[in-house]
């Protein structure tokens, strides 16, 4: 499956969208409550909501007071869904595309979703100096890959100890390579939560630091067991 165009082969990632406006409305089902959103052309699954997408949210897991960044957002799917589920926390959606962030915007009202806000920019550019417990990203992929490589190793310096990203991608898109590289240049564990329609949701967690005398009761657990 080709991934969702912006309806017009259009990159989904430019900052001013040059195709003419035709919009669409779609509905779908979150935690009992029907939510609806009004999508475009120009923007990242302008006719639908994605599979990647959707598992995305399925696997999203948010705590009722939580801080979210959701990381290019397109028309807001995950945004919206993250504000639902933290009803006492917070949520950030930004893009890069001014469509995109319209979108989102009229979406968060269309849904009743007073906790959230949208702003606009490229990766962390528009939280600047904050951090959040979750980060949740349909990354851009055909932006290339060393903008995803930008976006997961700045992605840790935005979390609060013990926060996770949440990245969605498919083989063909690298999921895999980018899976691994966390693996190997992140402190904390990785894992994959989910797989559906080809692809898989992996989550990066950042490690608590030990506390005072931690270290220590660790080093004598690790001997305790190679005796």
Do not use: C
């Not at 089902?29 to 006719?47: K, N, P, S």
């Amino acid at each position: 499956m080709e991934e969702p165009s912006t309806g017009d082969g259009e990159p989904y990632f430019a900052e001013r969208p040059r195709s003419r406006s035709r919009r669409s409305e779609l509905r779908f089902l979150y935690r009992g409550e029907l939510l609806t959103f009004a999508l475009d052309r120009g923007v990242f699954g302008a006719r639908e909501l994605d599979p990647g997408t959707a598992l995305l949210i399925e696997h999203l897991a948010v705590r009722p007071t939580d801080r979210v960044l959701d990381l290019g957002t397109g028309w807001g799917p995950v945004g919206v869904a993250a504000a639902k589920a933290a009803p006492r926390g917070r949520v950030v959606l930004t893009d890069v595309n001014r469509r995109a962030a319209r979108l989102a915007r009229e979406n968060l009202d269309r849904n009743r979703v007073r906790n959230a806000e949208v702003r606009v920019g490229s990766l962390f550019g528009p939280v600047a100096g904050e951090s959040f417990d979750v980060i949740a990203s349909n990354p851009p992929y055909r932006a290339g890959r060393p903008l995803i490589l930008a976006l997961l190793a700045a992605a840790r310096d935005h979390l609060t100890d013990g926060g996770r990203l949440l990245i969605v991608g498919k083989g063909a898109q690298g999921i895999r390579f980018y899976q691994e590289w966390l693996e190997t240049h992140w402190d904390g564990p990785v894992e994959v939560l989910g797989r559906g329609s080809g692809y898989r949701v992996v989550e990066a967690r950042r490690r608590t630091p030990a506390g005072p005398g931690q270290g220590a009761r660790v080093a004598v657990a690790r001997r305790g067991r190679s005796a």
